[in-house]
């Protein structure tokens, strides 16, 4: 069936190492993704978006990468601080419909 | 910039009880949200409006009624509440309903029912 899921539930990395977040996504219809993240007791916020014409996109400190063969979706944070300790949702969009992934827990250790 | 705001933050009620949670958006965004996020699971869709004056079904709704009031306020009232909807419900927009730039989130209510 249609689901977002992430490789790991939890993921602890140095401060100013580099993250990855993993995702897989099911349908190959999904033209749109998100990622978002979500601090504790706050809501998600809008990271970074690709469309499924790209295959890579950066923002300020993040790359997002799209793999379409495989279905995968990636988060890279570079040099992680404190302040990127957080809950990181991936989203896909088919048409008008979103499917949240059930999210990774980012640590980051000083 | 409020962005999302939602009423109240917490709240606990007994099964049975009603109450309405309140959302307003002021970035004049068409499309307006109401997810519940339970641990271990990704936000799920209970209702939305495409715009105002429209309301529809999402993935979850029995239990469940909303109210566009005016283009920035969206409201979400359970009637009767029962303990399986203990939860943290937000509520989002977006421009419009294709989530371009995805959605905008508020922070959250946390619902405990008992």
């Known amino acids: 069936g249609e689901s977002v899921g992430l490789h790991l539930p939890t993921l602890s990395v140095q401060e100013g190492d580099n993250s990855i977040i993993n995702c897989a996504y099911s349908n190959s219809a999904s033209d749109y993704f998100i990622w978002y993240k979500q601090e504790s007791g706050k809501g998600p916020q809008f990271i970074i978006d690709i469309r499924s014409n790209m295959d890579k996109r950066q923002g300020q400190r993040v790359t997002v990468l799209l793999n379409k063969t495989v279905k995968h979706l990636s988060l890279q944070i570079a040099a992680t601080q404190p302040g990127d300790s957080a809950v990181y949702f991936c989203a896909e969009n088919m048409g008008f419909k979103t499917i949240f992934g059930a999210g990774t827990r980012l640590f980051v250790k000083a | 910039n409020a962005g999302v705001t939602q009423t109240p933050k917490f709240q606990v009620l007994k099964t049975g009880q009603s109450m309405t949670l309140q959302c307003a958006q002021d970035m004049n965004h068409n499309s307006m949200y109401w997810y519940r996020q339970d641990p271990g699971m990704g936000l799920r869709l209970i209702y939305y409006?495409?715009?105002?004056?429209?309301?529809d079904k999402g993935e979850v709704p029995n239990g469940y009624n909303v109210s566009r009031l005016n283009k920035r306020e969206f409201s979400l009232r359970l009637e009767s509440a029962a303990p399986s909807q203990t939860s943290v419900y937000f509520c989002a927009s977006s421009p419009n309903r294709n989530r371009v730039g995805g959605y905008t989130f508020g922070s959250g209510t946390r619902l405990t029912v008992v």
């Open positions: 409006s495409a715009s105002e004056g429209t309301t």
